[in-house]
């Protein structure tokens, strides 16, 4: 019998949370049915789903799942949560009953009583934790709210430390701190079932980590990423634009075998300007290879190489699991590959040995172009691409990203980064079809081309703005004072 569960969210990066959750579920090959439709405006689903072991499998791998629940109960208010709980320790029927309430036209859902029964032997200690979703209680309210669940038939001892069963009871107040309604908009009771992997956050934070640069990736995001690769143990992954490492810090730790590549020799050997406030140089341990050693990974890390990703060095036998990326946008690194401006241009062969190649601008619409037909060339059927991708917001179309015919976009989900500007988290997968050298399908579109401009001049616009805050700030403070000072 499949069980119904809440699944819990954080209510942060909720663009990401249906793809990051679909990729997971196909990664373990887990059939799902949904209860009630999912929707971004709710921090939880309600599902069903064949076994506890599923819903384990998807809590060991999601970044912004907080907790599963097996589910008892949920209403539209607290009494008739309390009424259906009552109803549900004499259904003997195997299976959840809906009833239509005719006072209150609200639908009664009242589950199993093996469900409850499962959790009330003699020998099994339990405790019931209270949550609310924006509202706070103190703890002799929540405690109040506990004791309401007397008559529920538990046997064994109270134990608030490791009991064998965990019970929790959520209010939800709707997601707008500023409306609060006085009655919760939904309540949920269960037994609690896993928590999501939230502690991996600040374990990966970038505050703790000793080599990080200009763009190094929030590790939140970046575990999101490697969830939509669908990495897990013992694939090979690449990052062709590897900067400071942090994607293949997140890749080894779901078990990946990871490799990158840069074409800026300073950050891969760990010689550039330091990022962090106040550090005037570099530490000798600080490069991705230190990384790796901080968080015991060292053993999935292939290595790093220079490399000019508009001339790949790859042999078109080599093929990954997955390929995560994040390019440069050209705004606070530079998009940039091998080239010289000046028409037949020749070295002499006494200057080989010290030369060091010039650089031309790598344009956005030519490097994503090269990105896909690469990924189409070396990725194995059914594994994956996963990068970013910038976006002017008022002149992006869907019908305008990238494409290959042999990649298929399964998921596409966006990252406000101003009010003018964005970046769109894509994931592709490799078909199971021939010919990866097709050409790629891409308009050098008014959008790829002005978002360097347009970002910097929306960084303008909220300076600017700021200051002018600042000075009416200013101004009223001085007027306060006149005013104090004729009083």
Known sequence: MWCRY??????????????????????????????????????????????EECVKKLASRSILLKNCIELWSLAKSISLLHENLKN????????????????????????PSSLIEACTSPNKSFKLKVETFCKHFTM???????????YLPFEGPVQLKDPDNTLMYIEFYGVDPNNVPTDPYDVFFGKWIADG??????????????????????????????????????????????????????ASHFGGYVWGSDIDFMMLHGRTRPTR????????????????????????????????????LWQARLKFDAIITDPPYGVREPTEKIGIVKENYRLLPEQLSNHVPSKVDYILPHL???????????????????????????????????????????????????????????TFERRDVLSPNLCVTLTPTTAMYNFRETYFAAGETSRRQRRERRAEAVTAAAKYKAMRKDI
């Open 368 to 426: 994503y172009a090269d990105l896909l037909r690469f990924a189409a060339e070396h990725l194995i059927p059914g594994k994956r691409l996963v990068c970013w991708y910038p976006v002017v917001r008022s002149e992006y179309k869907e019908e305008e990203l990238p494409c290959h015919p042999c990649l298929t976009l399964v998921s596409n989900s966006e990252q406000v980064l101003s009010q003018m500007t964005a970046r769109r988290l894509l």
């Open 277 to 312: 406030v106040g550090q005037k140089e570099r530490a000798k341990e600080e490069s991705i290879r230190g990384n790796m050693y901080q968080y015991d990974i060292a053993s999935k890390y292939l290595d790093v190489i220079v490399s000019d990703f508009s001339l790949p």
């Open 140 to 150: 002799k309210e929540k405690v109040s709210k506990i004791e309401k669940f007397d």
């Open 197 to 250: 992997q939230r502690e991996v956050i600040q374990h990966h934070s970038l505050k703790k980590r000793h080599f990080i640069g200009n763009t190094s990736m929030d590790a939140q995001l970046a575990l999101i990423m490697a969830n939509q690769a669908k990495v897990q143990t013992g694939d090979f992954v690449l990052d062709p634009f590897v900067g400071s490492g942090s994607l293949l810090v997140a």
């Open 6 to 51: 809440l699944l819990w969210f954080a209510h942060e990066h909720v663009e990401f949370r249906n793809a990051e959750m679909q990729s997971i579920l196909s990664l373990f090959n887990i059939p799902i049915k949904y209860a009630e439709c999912p929707s971004i405006e709710k921090p939880y689903w309600i599902v069903e789903l064949p076994s």
């Open 88 to 111: 549900a320790i004499c259904n003997k029927s195997d299976k959840w009953i809906l009833k239509e309430d005719s006072d209150s036209k609200l639908t009664k859902q009242i589950c």
